[in-house]
């Protein structure tokens, strides 16, 4: 289990510009949080922006197909506030209803209405807390973080150049991870079922 948390990778992005570590993000001012310093307040920022932008893209970890969402008594379908993305599952083949996000609710564009008669099923794609995210994730954040705060605070071209070759590596462990948890197939082979490709030995076998 990965023990890096918000602090530690602002502590690496910290040292990947030439700054000291810190032991907090927040004080607590009369039960009120606030940055302890406007330079820790500018990489936390970072972070918390470059973590948004990744999980945007929508990985195995952090999506859901075929979610059903049932409308409540008055017909409207309220979205997780913890929604990046949403799309109607297969919603390139059956094309009787489009939905988007508007103030919190579904709206189906396609019959211009916040109301369904019935349950939906939607593809998700949530935002996860950052200490729950795979460890490979977790680097990967922060090495591009570090890129961003080494552009916008130091102004050291080469630097920048080292955390993008750093940066480039750490996407390459997200996609091996993202291959071998994902079971993807070209097959398009329907969720629930199975399907099991030829096998040379059973040639051999006969």
């Known amino acids: 289990m990965s023990t890096e948390t918000e602090l530690s990778s602002v502590n690496s992005i910290l040292g990947s510009i030439g700054q000291a570590p810190v032991s907090r993000i927040y004080n607590d001012s009369n039960g009120e949080f606030v940055y302890i310093n406007p330079e820790i307040a500018v990489v936390h920022q970072i972070l918390k922006e470059v973590d948004a932008d990744v999980q945007n893209e929508g990985w195995i970890f952090n999506t859901e197909f075929n979610y059903e969402m049932l409308p409540n008594v008055d017909g409207e379908i309220y979205v997780p506030q913890d929604a990046l993305r949403l ?3 297969e919603g390139q083949v059956y094309r009787s209803t489009d939905v988007v996000r508007r103030g919190g609710k579904l ?15 939607l593809d998700f794609t949530f935002k996860i807390p950052y200490e729950e995210l795979p460890s490979v994730f977790k680097r990967y954040i922060t090495l591009r973080a570090s890129g961003r705060a080494a552009t916008q605070m130091v102004t050291n071209p080469q630097l920048v150049q080292l955390l993008a070759q750093q940066e480039a590596q750490a996407r390459a462990s997200c996609m091996e991870y993202e291959c071998n948890q994902g079971d993807h197939t ?12 030829y096998q040379p030995y059973r040639t051999l076998a006969r």
């Not at 709206?107 to 099923?121: A, G, L, Q, V, W």
């Open 87 to 89: 799309d109607v599952s």
């Open 107 to 121: 709206y189906d564009r396609y019959n211009h209405t916040y109301i369904f008669s019935e349950k939906i099923c």
């Open 186 to 197: 070209f097959f398009g082979t329907p969720a629930g079922t199975a399907y099991q490709s």
